[in-house]
Each structure stands twice: as structure tokens, then as C-alpha cells.
T-cell receptor, first 114, second 110 residues
Framework: DGGITQSPKYLFRKEGQNVTLSCEQN?????MYWYRQDPGQGLRLIYYSQIVNDFQKGDIAEGYSVSREKKESFPLTVTSAQKNPTAFYLCASSNRGRWQETQYFGPGTRLLVL | KNEVEQSPQNLTAQEGEFITINCSYS?????LHWLQQHPGGGIVSLFM???GKKKHGRLIATINIQEKHSSLHITASHPRDSAVYICAVRAGTSGSRLTFGEGTQLTVNP
């Protein structure tokens, strides 16, 4: 089955710790995205990548980092610089990285701070 | 004021009712998306439209570009339609990304 997988489903972070959220897709899509969802707010774009080995900051990139070494993988690291990391994180992909395209979403990772 | 406003925020209906969720936006757009977020958190894209009307099963999406308004209709609603429905727009300017509404929580009771 083609789709997007995210792991883990739940992730706990201690103070001062970096954590990495996994996102893998087997849809052969060029573009991948990371969004953050908070209660009562719309999804906000953290980072996106339109092609391998290239990525751009979204609207709330501070405290996050990404890499795109392989077409199918786009891991997101939440660093200790992110002071309010508790949120639901969604990864998505689209065929060619045009914003009017349909984006396909993963099941999400819920990050909680201990 | 948000660029994308959805109404209502919460909607409760009885099974079989006709449901309308509204989305208004403040900028010129090139595309509007309707998404469905299931209780577990996963999101599914329902429609992408730039004009007119689209229909898929019991779901109908319409857009009025002049009025900067879109509606999502659900006919013969069912408890399995209970979800958060999200509107997202892409502005018409070059390089614009998606801006998301806060979502409408729909609960359909049997």
C-alpha cells in the first residue's frame, strides 16, 4: 500500500533534549512537508522540501531542523531551543511541490514534554 | 483577523440531516482545499477546487471566487462523518503556501 508513515505515534521529551520525528513516504512524491497543529489553531508550516537535498523554512521554523537526504524520508528534529514543543505534528507529501496540489498526510505524532 | 475563517466552529447534527460548513477567506486565491481530520488525527484530502463545484459521494464542495467563500455540504449525514473539517487556501501570488482554517468539529448523532 502506498502512503505516508510517521513514527512514533506518541513521543515524550525531557527538558533540554532533542527528539527526532520520522516521516517516510512510498508515493514517489518529490515534495514533503512538516506541519504543527495546536488546539484552536490551524495547521502551521514548519519546513518543506520540494526536492531531495533541499528544504526551506516555513512560518514557524525556529527550534526545529530537518534533512532530506533521501526522496522518501524527511525527518524532523525538535531541538531544545523549541520552548513549547507540545503539539501534534503532521507530515505530508505531494507530487511536485506546487501548493495547489493535493497533499497526502501521515497519521501524525503527538509530542509531549515531561 | 485570520486569512481563513470557518463557521461554525462546532456543529452537532442528527443522522440524516443536511450539513453545511462555511469557509471565508480574505485574499485572492488560486486554489482551495477541504480536508477531513479523523478523531485519531489523520488527515484526508477531500477536495481541491479553484472554481465551481465538485461532488464526491455524499460530499459537495462549492466555491464563489467573487465572494471569497466556499461551502462543504454533506447530504444524508451519518455518524461516521463525525470529524474535523478543515479549509485551506493558496493565495494567488507567486510562491504562496497554504493557509489553514481552524477547522469545524462535526458530530453526527445516531
Amino acid at each position: 500500500d502506498g502512503g505516508i508513515t510517521q513514527s512514533p505515534k506518541y513521543l515524550f521529551r525531557k527538558e533540554g533534549q532533542n527528539v527526532t520525528l520520522s516521516c517516510e513516504q512510498n508515493l514517489n512524491h518529490d515534495a514533503m512537508y512538516w506541519y504543527r497543529q495546536d488546539p484552536g489553531q490551524g495547521l502551521r508550516l514548519i519546513y518543506y522540501s520540494q526536492i531531495v537535498n533541499d528544504f526551506q523554512k516555513g512560518d514557524i521554523a525556529e527550534g526545529y531542523s530537518v534533512s532530506r537526504e533521501k526522496k522518501e524520508s524527511f525527518p524532523l528534529t525538535v531541538t531544545s531551543a523549541q520552548k513549547n514543543p507540545t503539539a501534534f505534528y503532521l507530515c505530508a507529501s505531494s507530487n511536485r511541490g506546487r501548493w495547489q496540489e493535493t497533499q497526502y498526510f501521515g497519521p501524525g505524532t503527538r509530542l509531549l514534554v515531561l | 483577523k485570520n486569512e481563513v475563517e470557518q463557521s461554525p466552529q462546532n456543529l452537532t447534527a442528527q443522522e440524516g440531516e443536511f450539513i453545511t460548513i462555511n469557509c471565508s477567506y480574505s485574499v485572492g486565491i488560486s486554489a482551495l482545499h477541504w480536508l477531513q481530520q479523523h478523531p485519531g488525527g489523520g488527515i484526508v484530502s477531500l477536495f481541491m477546487l479553484s472554481s465551481g463545484k465538485k461532488k464526491h459521494g455524499r460530499l459537495i464542495a462549492t466555491i464563489n471566487i467573487q465572494e471569497k467563500h466556499s461551502s462543504l455540504h454533506i447530504t444524508a449525514s451519518h455518524p461516521r462523518d463525525s470529524a474535523v473539517y478543515i479549509c485551506a487556501v493558496r493565495a494567488g501570488t507567486s510562491g504562496s503556501r497554504l493557509t489553514f482554517g481552524e477547522g469545524t468539529q462535526l458530530t453526527v448523532n445516531p
